[in-house]
């Protein structure tokens, strides 16, 4: 699909290429040849006014020979006069066909093929003239012409094709990466769902069986509930990540006590902690407002106190800071003590379906809380990261905050 989509790129942009330089040469071919055209025409009519004085070049030299002729004729017709030094005037024959050539047409202007000439005829009663004009010249510089256009056009066309397929790799990584990650993501989703469904199925088919005894019914309906439950949870979550998505850019900018909802939501999950024989230390300073969505960002206040819950050692310690941090921002830590995450593993640990620790694949994590926690700060307008140092690993949080506005004392 993706060397599809480069081929269409490369074929578009290779179209629109070909349509402009034929557009620019062939603007260049028409102005040129009317240019031409019309400085010989000018020529041509300056002759017409005072036609014999080609034949003294006096000031040019005698080796100037213009590429024009005039023919004086007289009132029936008649050739009266020649001048010009360009062609072999003796030839009667010759100008007698030209005459009427030129005589046959309606037009007082215009061009003879068969002899290269462009014609110019003036129907006065008393001295009818016809002045004649190589176009030769003319032609081998639009023959030139067209030669350096092709030339020019075939080596810019490969310029572009060049570059075309150049920009189509740059153009198409975004759609090649998420096309990779909409695979990896459909892959991760089918491997999480697979166990339960697993489950599921085989404890059915054990509840079919009339030999197993009420105890055993009743575990197998419980194994069937768990893993009911636990498909529930990844598929809410799964719908979680979509709406976080779809939701794009923040829009609101309705002002949100941070401070507040960080002390309630740690309060809220003391007695997790306490069940785990965990120590919570909060410090919030405040009041601390950023521009938001209250919910979804509890929501990750929520998802970084339970991961820090989830992977601290065995009565650990878990620290959660709020603080300013610089004049616009403020900073959000969650911390805990437990096995120090790997220095490559910290560059990933906000993919999707992505566990550091994948012993803990079945404790009902499924990789996706960080990820959902990532999205909603970057549609805050922020930015989210992971440090670990000396056996405490740490999440950041960085927000945009409300500027406090000062009343001045009246």
């Given amino acids: 699909m993706i060397r599809r989509l480069r081929f269409k790129f490369v074929l578009v942009n290779m179209g629109i290429v070909t349509l402009m330089l034929c557009v620019i040469f062939g603007l260049v071919f028409y102005f040129t040849s009317a240019n031409l055209e019309r400085e010989s025409i000018r020529m041509m009519e ?12 006096s000031e040019m030299g005698e080796d ?14 008649e050739l009266v006069a020649t001048g010009g030094g360009y062609y072999d005037l003796s030839d009667d024959d010759f100008l007698h066909r030209l005459i009427d050539a030129a005589y046959t047409s309606p037009r007082n202007l215009g061009v003879l093929e068969e002899y290269n000439l462009r014609y ?30 092709l030339l020019i056009g075939g080596c810019s066309f490969l310029a572009f094709l060049w570059i075309s397929i150049l920009l189509s790799r740059w153009a198409v990584r975004p759609v090649d990466a998420a096309w990779k990650q909409q695979r990896q993501f459909v892959a991760a989703a089918s491997h999480e769902l697979k166990t339960p469904l697993t489950v599921i199925l085989t404890n059915a088919e054990l509840l079919q069986d009339p030999t197993y005894s009420a105890d055993r019914r009743s575990v197998f309906l419980s194994n069937i509930l768990t893993m009911s439950q ?13 709406r976080a998505d779809a939701a794009g850019p923040q829009a609101a900018t309705l002002p949100v006590d941070l401070s ?26 405040g009041p601390i407002q950023v521009p938001g969505e209250e919910d979804a960002l509890r929501q990750v206040v929520e998802i970084l106190l339970d991961n820090a819950q989830k992977y601290a050692r065995e009565h650990g310690h878990v620290w959660v800071r709020l603080q300013e941090h610089g ?5 959000l830590r969650v911390a805990n003590e437990g096995d120090p995450i790997p220095p490559e593993e910290l560059s990933h640990i906000f993919e999707r379906f992505y566990r550091a620790d994948p012993a803990r694949s079945r404790d009902g ?33 960085e927000l945009p905050r409300v500027k406090s506005i000062s009343h001045p004392q009246e």
């Avoid at 110019?120 to 012409?145: H, K, N």
């Fill in 64 to 77: 100037v020979r213009l590429p024009f002729f005039a023919l004086q004729l007289g009132p029936r017709g």
């Fill in 365 to 397: 994590s499924f990789g996706l809380g960080l990820s959902i926690a990532k999205t909603i700060v970057t549609r805050h307008q922020g930015r989210i990261w992971a440090e670990s140092v000396q056996g405490v690993n740490r999440f950041l949080v």
């Fill in 230 to 242: 636990q498909m529930r949870r990844l598929i809410e979550q799964l719908l979680e990540l979509a």
């Fill in 46 to 57: 300056s002759i017409a006014e005072q036609p014999f004085q080609l034949s003294v070049p």
């Fill in 327 to 331: 004049r616009e921002h403020c900073l």
């Fill in 120 to 149: 110019y005829r003036t129907d006065s009663p008393l001295r009818p003239c016809l002045v004649f004009a190589d176009i030769s010249s003319e032609q081998a510089t639009l023959e030139g012409l067209v030669r350096t256009c």
């Fill in 260 to 285: 507040t909802l960080v002390s309630q939501t740690a309060l809220s999950l003391e007695s997790v902690f306490f069940e785990r024989g965990l120590t919570l230390s909060s410090q919030v300073h």
